[in-house]
């Protein structure tokens, strides 16, 4: 759990508000909840698209940087790049980063979002591995 700082809706005081992620259909969500010191304001938000900058960088202060490993070569390859493409909308430049980097340290983020990968790969049959790198 990551903790951001959150102004009060109500009261305008600025307070902290718990931030974690969970997996999804889609990828990596994200929660916040929120409580008030000054005014006992509260409210919990479940999001299912891409977490704000703000709150992600915290949970990687907290949770650490993760990173996803594969040792795929030839046309195994390939196709991890390809699922890996369609999970992130990769850009072309973006691809071919990735595909430089295999075999070895394909990306880093945070634990869920390279867990979320490493499912989407394992249902297609190809195994990684994910790790603390930081």
């Not at 509260?42 to 992600?56: G, K, L, N, Q, V």
């Not at 992130?88 to 983020?109: C, N, T, W």
């Amino acid at each position: 759990m990551a903790i951001v700082a959150h102004i009060c809706e109500r009261c305008g005081a600025e307070s902290g508000a718990s931030a974690n992620q969970s997996i999804g259909p889609s990828g990596a969500m994200w929660t916040l909840s929120f409580r008030c010191r000054t005014c006992g304001y509260t409210f919990e938000a479940d999001c299912s698209y891409d977490t704000p900058e703000h709150i992600r960088n915290a949970i990687l202060e907290s949770g650490g940087v993760w990173g996803l490993k594969l040792a795929s070569t030839g046309t195994e390859r390939l196709k991890a790049v390809k699922i890996l493409r369609e999970a992130l909308h990769m850009s072309l430049e973006d691809v071919a980063r990735l595909k430089a980097a295999i075999p070895g340290l394909a990306l880093q983020g945070t634990r869920l979002e390279m867990q979320y990968l490493q499912i989407q790969l394992a249902e297609t049959g190809i195994t990684s591995t994910v790790e603390r790198i930081g």
